[in-house]
């Protein structure tokens, strides 16, 4: 596995916001797809919300990557 960790000045970062910003999707509406389609997994379990609020510690992972949030 291949993991990144982003660090973040807020409270939290929307999931379609980390893909893009890991540079995991190009686009948003890429990172929607791969939401919606059941293609990311969120703390390990399958997350179909793409507003989902990522807070430290959580982790998303798509295919063999993993992003954890660390707060700043």
Known sequence: ???EIITINEEFIRLQDLL??????????????????????????VCTMRGKKMRDGDTAQYKDKIIEVKAD
Do not use: W
């Open 20 to 45: 893009k910003f890991s540079g995991i999707t190009p686009t948003g509406g890429q990172a929607k797809f791969l939401i919606q389609n059941g293609e990311i997994k969120v703390n390990g379990e």
């Open 1 to 3: 596995m291949n993991k």
